[in-house]
C-alpha cells in the first residue's frame, strides 16, 4: 500500500511510504473503500479475502 500526504506549500500530494499488506485476488465483488477511524486512529482496508488493520502511531507511521 502506498501511503501519499500533501505538501501544504505545493498542494501537491507526495508517496512517503510503502506498507506491506496482505492481499488476494478479487473474482467476486471488490469493491470496498477504506475507512478512516478518526477516534480509534484505524485504517481499515480489505483486499481480496484479506481485511488489514492499521493504527496510527503518534509520529504518524502505521501499524499492520
Same mark, same amino acid.
Given at each position: 500500500?502506498?501511503?501519499? &500526504? ?6 501537491? +500530494?507526495?508517496?512517503?511510504? &510503502?506498507?506491506?499488506?496482505?492481499? @488476494? =485476488? ?9 475507512? +478512516?477511524?478518526? =477516534?480509534? @486512529? ?5 483486499? @481480496? ?8 502511531? &503518534? ?6
Amino acid at each position: 500500500m502506498h501511503v501519499y &500526504e500533501m505538501d501544504s506549500n505545493t498542494k501537491q +500530494y507526495n508517496k512517503t511510504k &510503502e506498507i506491506a499488506i496482505n492481499f @488476494g =485476488s478479487c473474482f467476486d465483488i471488490c469493491l470496498f473503500p477504506q475507512q +478512516y477511524l478518526k =477516534s480509534k @486512529g484505524l485504517l481499515v482496508n480489505k483486499n @481480496g479475502n484479506y481485511v488489514n488493520l492499521m493504527r496510527k502511531k &503518534e509520529n504518524d507511521d502505521l501499524i499492520v
